[in-house]
């Protein structure tokens, strides 16, 4: 998917919807993993059609009371709503230029890096959730959010958005190439350069950058 696109479906998307959506797919992706049962107990064969009827339940509700402008705040309370905001609005006036284009993300440079400050609802916690066609660097372990994401090839320098020594978790979603974080307090310029780890479709996931948390400062993708 393009960059434009990522942030018209995120613009875009009514909150009802974007729940009735999740839920559909937490339906099919419950069923999926239940399905064939492992020992073809009669326990296993029925629990899909328990998951499924409890879903769809929840879908109905969910959609019949269809609240809330925070559809895609995972804990849905007031004051981490305001906790969120409060985030996006240090990061608008610590590094001006980016542009909030829904209640959890802010885009730089037409959408070419876009910072996601709380977990959508529809990603489970401790995973590895970056879309496809993106490499994502998350500010703690186990894929703790915030979340930064970049695509394109070459040299990009994290501080430009302040995120330089932030990096403790990432995840490359793309299919080819591969992405190197480098750090370089060691000196001015490339000359203090030390490239830390390294991801590839071989290689894609990483919960802990262990020993080099915190540590990255610029990326350079090879495509
Ligand atoms: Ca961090
Ligand atoms: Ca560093």
């Known amino acids: 998917m393009s ?38 107990g009669e326990g296993m064969t029925r629990q899909p059609g328990w ?7 929840a879908l109905v509700a969910l959609v019949v009371s269809a609240p809330a402008p925070d559809a895609l705040l995972a804990a849905g309370t007031a004051s981490y709503e305001a906790s969120v905001q409060a985030q996006i609005d240090a990061q608008l006036t610590a590094f001006p230029g980016g542009k909030q284009i829904s209640e959890i993300e802010v885009a730089y440079d ?21 879309p496809s066609g993106w490499y994502c660097f998350y500010d703690g ?40 974080f480098i750090d370089n307090d060691g000196g001015r310029g490339t000359a203090g350069d030390l490239g830390l780890f390294s991801l590839g479709p071989g290689n894609p996931i990483d919960n802990d950058v262990d020993p080099f948390r915190n540590m990255a400062d610029s990326t350079e993708r090879f495509c």
Do not use: M
């Open 51 to 57: 998951v499924a009827a409890t879903a769809i339940t």
């Open 110 to 130: 037409g959408g070419r890096f876009v910072i996601t400050f709380a977990r959508p609802t529809h990603s489970v916690a401790g995973t590895a959730d970056c």
């Open 3 to 40: 960059a434009s696109g990522t942030f018209a479906a995120a613009a875009q998307t009514p909150s009802a919807l974007a729940k009735a959506g999740c839920l559909l797919n937490v339906v099919a992706s419950l069923n999926g993993n239940l399905s064939p049962p492992a020992q073809g």
């Open 141 to 180: 372990i186990n894929f703790g959010y915030p979340r930064g994401k970049l695509s394109d090839c070459g040299w990009q320098n994290l501080a430009t958005w302040g995120w330089d020594d932030r990096t403790e978790s990432v995840h490359y979603n793309v299919s080819t190439g591969s992405v190197t």
